[in-house]
């Protein structure tokens, strides 16, 4: 689910909306240590872009 994750994430990364959307319900099916390794994975990839979206979504996928 992982990869299908990043997959998914790179084909919405042109709307903020769709990007923030996918990244939080990819949580739901990810397994703990599948989420870090994502969040690792965004911040290089997508930090530049999405470093608001990224800390919001990420911040929230600990607290739940």
Do not use: R
Not at 2 to 19: G, M, R
């Amino acid at each position: 689910m992982l990869e299908y994750t990043k997959t998914i994430l790179q084909k919405v990364s042109f709307s903020p909306y769709l990007f923030a959307k996918e990244l939080v319900k990819s949580f739901q099916w990810l397994k703990h240590d599948e989420i870090t390794a994502l969040k690792t994975w965004c911040t290089l990839t997508f930090g530049d872009l999405y470093p608001e979206t990224l800390q919001e979504a990420f911040q929230n996928s600990i607290q739940a």
